[in-house]
């Protein structure tokens, strides 16, 4: 098969997890003798260096001609005093909305081997395998903010339309329907009328999925629920905002945010993203975990129908976990290894199986 994937290197860490990830990814082309071509993309703070802007027209347009865009991260604080809308990860919600990609998945899969990671009691984690539902082209996020009184008062706007409930609503209940039927909506709904709209919505979908249970939570008590009984989550659908927060929060049950990948869908090119931010600290040290990077490339591939090459990659990734083949953001320093010989064992994996 061809395929044509927009690669976007990104800041911080994104360069040395993209480097491994795109090692992977040939080697599975080369196994399957498929052919993929990468088209180096500009976003970000790179971006900004050459075209001024965090997300340029020549990025978008080259995004939109190709079957997936394949990034790693936005963010530098060297960035942050600048404007409005034109910093790193102002191209990244830019590119999302442009991707109309509104459909954010981000599964969160607790590994064995790794319970030791986790501050949470190791009896909490068994089973815990749950998939976050995440808006992302609505909301807070999007709306329009702004400040009044010389500056003294500031606004977001948070708005909802029944057409964008909906069609994240489908993705959900289709993906509950192929699982253990159990769908929770995370809203706000004692407090906010987007949420009381979010509950009206999804409610009246449901009669439609009969099968699915579904159940609803506010965000606090949601938070509070994924740290206390993790393993009873199977889909969590929710907005843009709480997406964002309890992504970070759940990957605290699986030792690293390192580790979670993502997929964006929606009407344009999908997007394949880790969860976890650009870690500048690290930047060029070689000590970043690129596994949630790689498992992003792997849900790429699923949505290519790519699926015994997407078994091959997540067997690959589980053996170097269980192997004790990890970065030092899962376990402690002399044990560590390094990004790219994570990268370079998968490699070897993929090439001898
Ligand atoms: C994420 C990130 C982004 C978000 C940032 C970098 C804009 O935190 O993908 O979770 O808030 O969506
Ligand atoms: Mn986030």
């Not at 500031?154 to 029944?162: I, L, P």
């Not at 449901?206 to 509070?224: C, H, I, Q, R, S």
């Not at 740290?227 to 309890?246: A, E, Q, R, V, Y």
Request: aromatic share 10%; with cysteine.
């Amino acid at each position: 098969m061809k395929k044509k994937i927009s690669v976007i290197d990104g800041d911080g860490i994104g360069p040395e997890i993209m480097e491994s990830t795109i090692k992977i990814l040939k080697s599975i082309e080369k196994k399957y003798q498929h052919h993929f071509s990468y088209h180096r993309v500009l976003g970000g703070g790179m971006a900004i260096e050459k075209f001024g802007v965090p997300m340029p027209e020549e990025t978008m347009n080259i995004c939109s001609k190709s079957d997936a865009i394949l990034l790693s991260c936005f963010g530098d604080p060297k960035y942050d005093h600048f404007p409005i809308g034109m910093r790193p990860e102002d191209g990244l919600l830019k590119l999302r909305k442009s991707m109309k990609a509104y459909c954010n998945i981000r599964p969160i899969f607790f590994y064995n081997t790794l319970s030791n990671q986790s501050p949470i009691k190791k009896e909490l984690l068994n089973g815990v395998n749950f998939v976050i539902y995440r808006e992302l082209t609505g909301g807070i996020y999007f709306g329009k903010k702004g400040r009044i009184k010389n500056g003294d008062i500031a606004y977001d706007h948070c708005t909802y339309s029944k057409k964008e409930i909906e069609r994240i609503g489908y993705h959900a209940f289709h993906a509950a329907m192929n699982r253990t039927k159990k769908l929770t909506l995370v809203d706000k709904s004692n407090v906010l009328e987007t949420s009381r709209l979010w509950r009206e919505v999804i409610c009246k979908m449901g009669k439609d999925y009969p099968e699915v249970t579904l159940n609803f939570l506010y965000v606090d008590n949601a938070a509070m629920q994924i740290i206390l009984t993790p393993s009873k989550f199977d889909i969590i659908l929710t907005d843009n905002m709480f997406g964002d927060i309890l992504s970070d929060l759940s990957s605290v049950l699986i030792g690293s945010l390192g580790l979670l990948p993502s997929s964006s869908i929606g009407y344009g090119t999908p997007i394949f993203e880790p969860v976890h931010g650009s870690y500048p600290q690290a930047k060029g040290k070689n000590i970043a975990n690129p596994i949630g990077c790689i498992l992003s490339a792997s849900m790429m591939l699923e949505y290519f129908g790519m699926y015994k090459e997407q078994k091959l990659l997540i067997e690959a990734v589980n053996h170097s976990i269980k192997h004790g083949i990890i970065t030092k953001d899962l376990c402690s320093c002399p044990l560590s290894r390094t990004t790219s010989e994570v990268g370079n064992y998968i490699v070897t994996y993929i090439n001898n199986h």
